[in-house]
Protein backbone atom coordinates (compact mmCIF):
# COMPACT_ATOMS: atom_id res chain seq x y z
CA UNK A 1 0.00 0.00 0.00
CA UNK A 2 1.38 3.61 -1.00
CA UNK A 3 1.60 6.09 1.27
CA UNK A 4 2.93 9.73 0.85
CA UNK A 5 2.97 11.69 4.15
CA UNK A 6 3.75 15.83 4.04
CA UNK A 7 5.21 17.29 7.25
CA UNK A 8 6.89 20.73 7.53
CA UNK A 9 3.82 23.10 7.02
CA UNK A 10 2.84 25.53 9.55
CA UNK A 11 2.28 29.69 10.32
CA UNK A 12 5.20 32.09 8.80
CA UNK A 13 5.31 36.07 7.86
CA UNK A 14 5.84 36.97 5.00
CA UNK A 15 9.53 36.97 3.50
CA UNK A 16 10.15 33.86 5.81
CA UNK A 17 10.80 30.29 4.29
CA UNK A 18 9.59 26.55 4.91
CA UNK A 19 10.66 23.68 4.58
CA UNK A 20 7.55 20.72 3.72
CA UNK A 21 8.83 16.98 3.21
CA UNK A 22 7.06 13.42 2.22
CA UNK A 23 7.98 10.70 2.96
CA UNK A 24 7.00 7.60 0.31
CA UNK A 25 6.15 3.91 1.05
CA UNK A 26 5.07 0.89 -0.66
CA UNK A 27 6.87 2.30 -3.88
CA UNK A 28 9.74 1.40 -5.52
CA UNK A 29 10.55 5.67 -5.16
CA UNK A 30 13.29 5.61 -7.85
CA UNK A 31 11.11 4.99 -10.24
CA UNK A 32 8.86 7.17 -9.51
CA UNK A 33 8.38 11.27 -10.17
CA UNK A 34 7.46 13.00 -7.24
CA UNK A 35 5.42 16.39 -7.30
CA UNK A 36 4.21 19.29 -5.16
CA UNK A 37 0.74 21.12 -5.13
CA UNK A 38 -1.20 23.06 -3.50
CA UNK A 39 -5.05 24.17 -3.46
CA UNK A 40 -5.70 27.54 -1.92
CA UNK A 41 -9.17 28.26 0.12
CA UNK A 42 -12.18 28.60 -3.01
CA UNK A 43 -9.74 27.63 -5.60
CA UNK A 44 -8.88 24.51 -7.37
CA UNK A 45 -5.37 22.13 -6.65
CA UNK A 46 -2.84 23.58 -8.96
CA UNK A 47 1.25 22.35 -9.81
CA UNK A 48 3.91 23.86 -7.76
CA UNK A 49 6.95 21.63 -8.35
CA UNK A 50 7.56 17.59 -9.53
CA UNK A 51 11.34 16.12 -9.40
CA UNK A 52 11.11 13.01 -12.49
CA UNK A 53 12.78 9.77 -11.66
CA UNK A 54 16.09 11.29 -14.45
CA UNK A 55 16.62 13.76 -11.94
CA UNK A 56 15.12 16.71 -13.69
CA UNK A 57 12.92 19.49 -11.85
CA UNK A 58 10.16 21.28 -12.71
CA UNK A 59 8.67 24.34 -11.24
CA UNK A 60 5.28 27.20 -11.92
CA UNK A 61 6.22 30.34 -13.10
CA UNK A 62 4.56 31.76 -9.37
CA UNK A 63 7.41 30.21 -7.28
CA UNK A 64 10.57 29.96 -9.57
CA UNK A 65 13.27 31.66 -8.05
CA UNK A 66 11.55 31.02 -4.45
CA UNK A 67 10.81 27.48 -4.07
CA UNK A 68 13.40 24.33 -4.63
CA UNK A 69 12.59 20.69 -4.66
CA UNK A 70 14.70 18.24 -3.86
CA UNK A 71 14.64 14.30 -3.19
CA UNK A 72 16.88 11.86 -1.09
CA UNK A 73 16.24 8.44 -2.61
CA UNK A 74 18.01 6.39 0.24
CA UNK A 75 15.42 7.75 2.50
CA UNK A 76 12.44 7.65 -0.05
CA UNK A 77 11.64 11.66 0.70
CA UNK A 78 11.37 14.42 -1.05
CA UNK A 79 11.50 17.98 -0.12
CA UNK A 80 10.01 21.53 -0.89
CA UNK A 81 12.18 24.28 0.34
CA UNK A 82 10.07 27.47 -0.05
CA UNK A 83 11.87 30.78 0.64
CA UNK A 84 10.54 34.52 0.12
CA UNK A 85 7.17 33.13 1.02
CA UNK A 86 4.30 35.06 0.44
CA UNK A 87 0.23 35.95 1.37
CA UNK A 88 -0.89 34.13 -1.59
CA UNK A 89 1.18 31.06 -1.36
CA UNK A 90 -0.97 30.36 1.33
CA UNK A 91 -2.66 26.96 0.57
CA UNK A 92 -2.50 23.23 1.91
CA UNK A 93 0.28 21.43 -0.17
CA UNK A 94 -0.29 18.10 -1.30
CA UNK A 95 2.60 15.67 -2.24
CA UNK A 96 2.14 13.30 -5.02
CA UNK A 97 3.76 10.40 -6.61
CA UNK A 98 3.38 8.78 -10.66
CA UNK A 99 5.59 5.87 -12.18
CA UNK A 100 7.61 7.12 -14.98
CA UNK A 101 10.33 10.08 -15.92
CA UNK A 102 7.63 12.86 -17.12
CA UNK A 103 7.41 15.78 -17.31
CA UNK A 104 4.07 15.34 -15.39
CA UNK A 105 2.89 18.73 -14.00
CA UNK A 106 -0.84 18.15 -14.35
CA UNK A 107 -2.91 16.88 -11.24
CA UNK A 108 -4.82 14.03 -13.50
CA UNK A 109 -1.36 12.56 -14.20
CA UNK A 110 -0.57 11.51 -10.58
CA UNK A 111 -1.53 8.31 -9.30
CA UNK A 112 -0.77 8.28 -5.60
CA UNK A 113 -1.45 11.56 -2.95
CA UNK A 114 -0.70 12.53 0.54
CA UNK A 115 -3.25 14.21 2.79
CA UNK A 116 -2.25 17.74 2.96
CA UNK A 117 0.22 20.04 5.18
CA UNK A 118 -1.23 23.83 5.27
CA UNK A 119 1.01 26.71 4.91
CA UNK A 120 0.15 30.03 6.14
CA UNK A 121 1.54 33.23 5.54
CA UNK A 122 0.68 36.06 7.08
CA UNK A 123 1.14 39.57 5.76
Known amino acids: QVQLVESGGGLVQAGGSLRLSCAASGLRFRGYTMGWFRQAPGKEREFVAAFSSSGNTYYADSVKGRFTMSRENGKNTVYLQMNNLKPEDTAVYYC?????????????????WGQGTPVTVSS
Open 96 to 112: AAVYGLGPFVREHQYDY
